[in-house]
C-alpha cells in the first residue's frame, strides 16, 4: 500500500462535493461546523470557489477561534489570488494555512495558484501516489493533494504537542519551512512545508 504523513491519524470524513465535483457552499460551512462540534483539531479543505461567502469567512473564523487549525489549497488556475479571488484561500485570514504545490524538484507549478500575502506555504502537488475508491491506489495533481501534506504536518504538531493550537500551529509550518528562491515572492513562507522544521 500506501502511507501518508501522519501515520496514525484519526479521520472524519465529510463529504461537499458530489461525483461531477459539484457543491454548495451551505454544505461547506454545516460540514466545517459539524468537524468542530465534533472534536476535529485538523480540517483539510482541497476545493475552492471563485464566489466569496460571508457565511464560508465567519466558519472558518469560529474553527480558528476554536483552536482547530485549517489548511486550504490555493488553487490550480496558475494565478496571482490579489487579482483573481479564489475562496476559502482569498480570505487571508490569519491562521489559515493556505498551500501552494511544487513539483518533485521543489520547483512551483505553473498551473498552482500564488500569493505572497494569501498563501502560507507551497508542498509537493505533482503526482502524488494515494488511494483510489474501490481499493486501488492512482496517482493526483494539484493543491488539493498538497494541502493534506500540510494537514498531515499539523496533526504530527498537534501529536507532538497536544496543547498548541491554530495559530501556533500555521506559525510552527510557516517558520518551519524550507526555504526555496523560486518561491521567494509567491508564498509568504518562501518555502516547501517541511514536517522536520515545523516540528
Given amino acids: 500500500g500506501t502511507t501518508g504523513v501522519m501515520w496514525r491519524a484519526g479521520l472524519m470524513s465529510l463529504r461537499v462535493l458530489d461525483n ?10 454545516e460540514a466545517i461546523d459539524y468537524a468542530v462540534a465534533h472534536g476535529a483539531q485538523i480540517i483539510n479543505l482541497s476545493w475552492g470557489t471563485a464566489g466569496e461567502s460571508i457565511a464560508l469567512k465567519q466558519a472558518i473564523e469560529r474553527a480558528l477561534r476554536n483552536g482547530v487549525a485549517v489548511i486550504c489549497s490555493a488553487g490550480n488556475k496558475g494565478q496571482d489570488l490579489e487579482t483573481s479571488p479564489y475562496y476559502p484561500a482569498s480570505f487571508g485570514l490569519k491562521d489559515l494555512i493556505t498551500v501552494a504545490a511544487t513539483d518533485n524538484r521543489d520547483q512551483p507549478t505553473t498551473w498552482a495558484n500564488w500569493s505572497v500575502r494569501k498563501v502560507t506555504v507551497a508542498a509537493p502537488g505533482t503526482n502524488i501516489l494515494t488511494t483510489q475508491r474501490g481499493g486501488s491506489y492512482w496517482s493526483v495533481t494539484g493543491t488539493s493533494a498538497a494541502a493534506p501534506l500540510v ?35 509567491k508564498v509568504a513562507s518562501g518555502g516547501v512545508a517541511s514536517a522536520a522544521g515545523a516540528l
Fill in 151 to 185: 494537514s498531515g504536518i499539523a496533526g504530527l504538531l498537534k501529536t507532538s504537542r497536544p496543547a498548541v493550537n491554530a495559530t501556533l500551529i500555521a506559525k510552527a509550518i510557516s517558520d518551519g519551512a524550507r526555504k526555496v528562491a523560486p518561491l521567494s515572492g
Fill in 20 to 29: 461531477t465535483g459539484t457543491g454548495d457552499v451551505a454544505n461547506a460551512v
